[in-house]
């Protein structure tokens, strides 16, 4: 069996290819994650298999990897057995808390978010003109967030935030913080990253933690992903275990929100583990519901 397509392209003209030999050729182009797309989906039941395939297959490449100026991605999956270890029960973000079976992951270049934000809208509205979009979905958490912080567990030693989404971590933590205000999260973001996330780490199978603020989304973005919510209150955190969530979270990740509200600093809204897929399978939507 061969997957061969002989459709053939529209040449690209001379003016397009100097475009693209003009753009890259100033500004910003540094190998660290400035900004991220973090994604959280609910496929809508019935619907789990078909929009698995369709993201991996399609919307993952198409609609972010082989855009420019993004340079890592990964997509992780909520098991229903890690769905129900999330926390807190009641959350602000996910309704209820155990909405969102997949996430997804992706890397961007400091400095380029404003460049990639102008190709990933004009490239969905393609997609979606051309049939492309799979709407038998709902997006729980849509955002683009400029980089804060990232915590290491063991210093210089092991992978960097820049090679997290490639590295084979064993599972993941999405974490989502809102303050009162936008001196309250300055005050926040401060305490975890001095405080807080290093004694965590410590002796944790969690490596590293980044930290991440998020962005308005343009005016003209896709009619189906909601405004962030947060902007100037929020930080969402990634934590990149090197255990199975399903081991490590009972243990080390369990009781952030009772922390957090000690410290009077803000809302845990939702703590929630991950596994990562296993690319070109449909591995684990068996077990979402």
Not at 110 to 117: K, L, S, T
Request: overall charge negative.
């Amino acid at each position: 069996m061969t997957t061969d397509d002989h459709r053939t392209a529209p040449a690209t003209t001379p003016d397009e290819l100097a475009a693209y030999a003009a753009l890259p050729a100033t500004g910003p182009y540094t190998t660290r994650p400035g900004h991220a797309l973090i994604t959280l989906v609910e496929p809508h039941p019935g619907h789990e298999r078909a929009y698995n395939r369709w993201y991996e297959d399609d919307h993952y490449i198409a609609g972010a990897m082989a855009m420019p100026w993004i340079f890592a991605g990964r997509r992780w999956v909520a098991t229903r057995d890690l769905q129900l270890l999330r926390y807190p029960r009641h959350s602000a973000v996910a309704r209820p808390v155990t909405a969102g079976c997949y996430l997804a992951t992706y890397w961007l270049t400091a400095g380029r978010y404003d460049a990639h934000m102008r190709w990933t809208v004009a490239t969905n509205q393609r997609l979606h003109r051309d049939g492309r979009i799979l709407q038998d979905r709902t997006h729980v958490l849509t955002a683009f967030h400029d980089h804060a912080t990232t915590v290491y567990r063991d210093g210089a030693a092991g992978p960097r935030d820049t090679h997290a989404l490639d590295h084979p971590y064993a599972g993941l933590v999405l974490e989502v913080i809102d303050t009162d205000g936008p001196e309250h999260r300055a005050a926040l973001l401060a305490w975890l990253r001095d405080h807080h996330l290093p004694r965590r780490l410590a002796g944790s199978p969690a490596a590293l933690v980044t930290v991440f603020r998020p962005t308005p989304l343009p005016a003209d973005r896709m009619p189906y992903v909601q405004q962030v919510a947060g902007v100037d209150t929020r930080l969402t955190l990634l934590w990149f275990l090197e255990q199975d969530p399903r081991r490590a979270f009972p243990e080390h990740l369990t009781g952030l929100d009772a922390e957090v509200a000690a410290a009077g600093l803000g809302r845990v809204e939702l703590v929630a583990p991950f596994l990562p897929t296993v690319p070109g399978t449909d591995r684990y939507v068996d077990e979402l519901r």
